[in-house]
């Protein structure tokens, strides 16, 4: 029989509001045969699984969707409340660095402790001692207690420790990232080692890069449920975008008072706005700094004026102006009569923060002129890189060149 | 046995030679404390019954008699009040591992409960040294002493079973556990003699396993005979039952510790 991890319409409810003596007699009774109609919080729900030799799969998800849980069943740390799970093989768990790290003692001696603990005579630890030394690049410091040490000399012993083994199934959670730039990408390069001697590895990651170097396949889970299954790059693309879907609902959510379109007279209205970040068709709220913006503006206007103009202004949350800016309306009209028009931001010069567009159609441009109709939206500027030293209002393009002055 | 194989055995092991160094961790003596601890309450209890109360047992000539009588039972009490206290503690504070390793998580009551082995050595090194002292030599008898220790074990980790799964739920059993072990010490016939119990208590004691377990060792050490069988039998057959249902509520209870630690 051959090496495999079989899911079968698992469950895990964690009792929530249970006192602690109801905990420990709903644990003494074990798994009820109505499992799922427990109450309190699903954490995985029903999940049907199968991996097979030389599956490298990654789990992603958001906070709470159930991962760990997941993990931890698999790895047998703790029971399903319904369904079952059949392992063939031996299960080697990496779910936290350092757990059985003792402070008083030596990194030497922390060694032996960590393979007592996973059941190695003494002879075996010996046989790989040096190997952990050397690659924990602890030095002279091995000889010193654990309690002397700093969090990343801490954090690199114990991934040195972790570094022998030899897995048949591998699970790890959240582990890959460790002490400085130069030791993770040792690490890192490490983990891809085992993995790739690792018959069938399981790893949970919020590092979508981790999870396409490692894995062959990914699924994503939601709310305790496999949401989809497939090639790390398509789930991971799915599971980012969503992400960035259900962050831009939030943004809209979180500033809904400030969105919202009206019309101050019969036939005029503003029909939409949109966004289009870059290049892209598709309308967003967030948009980097820097990069090409496009707004897009329909309105409907009967019994047009000459004189009626299309006022776009954008205003930083805090009620400061930063951009304001006249179209006439007649010069934008569609065939069907009703306005369009396409506003570029050839490179946006925003700074990093949050800000309202309101697009006015009025009467004309004077101080008191009657306003038709109205609209505002709301966009997030970004930065993937934030300078250092202060958060600009606006980058501002500009050029150098050297001048003899 | 019971699904333990011997990769298990050697994780025994490996577990209590961890539970030992780490209980003296950090303290400069470190194990030495192991010895160190027992051999003081023995000398304490020496020193205040033989020279200060010179209490005598009825029919005993003299103060050293009581004392070696006292020890002979006081010594194996506080290896099993040592015992059961580590063991019911052991799955909650190894909380880390239990958290984060898949093992048999049923080894730690065991492991925990071999912590009491420490001081019945010392203890019954220091009664044997009394003995000589005091002209009673031990008589072939002794050789039954570990079928004592066995039973004694086998009931203490069959308590372990039950006390470390339901702590790591109901922590408040840590604070119940050391009054309810000194009411025990005191229902227990440990500091005075069974015969000056009243009758009707007698009859209820011979329900109590520590008094068998006492008994059978001052039987061994002081009345050089053969201890009860039957008690032993008894108390074998008690854990064997308290052992097997433990085991079953540990391993169902084993899934649950992860969201209870």
Sequence with gaps: MTLHVQINRVSKVFPVGNTATGDLVAAMKGASE??????????????????????RLGIVGR????????????????????????????????????????????????????????????AEVDAVLEQVIEFSELGEFIEYPVRTYSTGMKARLAFAMISHIDPEILIIDEALSVGDASFSTKATARILEICARGKIVILVSHGMKAVRDICNRCIYLKDGQIVMDGSPEAVTKAYIDEVREADEAALMQKFRSHVGSRSFRQGSEIEGISLLSGDSEGSCVRVETE???????????????????????????????????????????????????????????????????????LENAQERAKRYAECSTIFEVFTMDPPSGGKPMLFYPVAGCVTPI | MFGFNRYDVRLLLNLFKMNVRDRYLGSSLGSLWAIVNPLFMLCLYTYVFG???????????????????????????????????????????????????????????????????????????????LMLYAGNTPTWHVILLPVVIVVQFAWIIALGMWLSAITVFVRDLMQVLPNLLTVIVFVTPIFYPFSSMPSVVQKLSLGNPFYHLAESYRSILIGHQVPNVGGLIFVAVLSAIVFYFGLAAFRRAKG??????
């Design chain 2, 51 to 129: 020279f200060i109360f010179k209490v005598r047992l009825p029919g005993a000539e003299t103060t050293l008699d009581y004392v070696v009588w006292l020890i002979s039972g006081y010594g194996p009490w506080i290896a099993t009040a040592e015992a059961v206290m580590a063991s019911a503690s052991s799955v909650f504070g190894a909380s880390g591992m239990v958290k984060n390793m898949a093992f048999k998580t049923e080894l730690l009551p065991i492991a925990g409960a071999l912590i009491g082995t420490i001081s019945l050595t010392v203890s019954s090194v220091f009664v044997l040294i």
């Design chain 1, 291 to 361: 990069s090409r913006l496009r707004v897009q503006i329909l309105a409907r206007h009967e019994s047009m004026d000459s004189r009626a103009l299309l006022r776009l202004r954008i205003v930083r949350l805090d009620d400061l102006l930063l951009f304001h800016n006249d179209f006439p309306a007649l010069d934008y009209v569609l065939d069907d009569g009703r306005i369009g028009i396409e506003i570029e931001f050839s490179r946006l010069a925003l700074g990093a923060a949050i800000y309202r567009l309101d697009v006015h159609l």
């Design chain 2, 256 to 261: 649950y510790f992860d969201s209870a630690l």
């Design chain 1, 34 to 55: 109505e499992g799922v109609d427990q109450k309190g919080k699903v954490a995985v729900n029903n999940i049907s699984l199968s991996i097979g030799l030389g599956e």
């Design chain 1, 63 to 122: 906070n709470g969707a159930g991962k760990s849980t997941l993990l931890h069943m698999i790895a047998g740390l703790s029971d399903p409340t319904a369904g079952s799970i059949h392992i063939k093989g031996k299960v080697t768990s990496i779910m936290t660095l350092g757990v059985g790290l003792r402070d008083e003692l030596s990194g030497r001696e922390n060694i032996y402790v960590d393979g007592e603990i996973q059941g190695k005579s003494r």
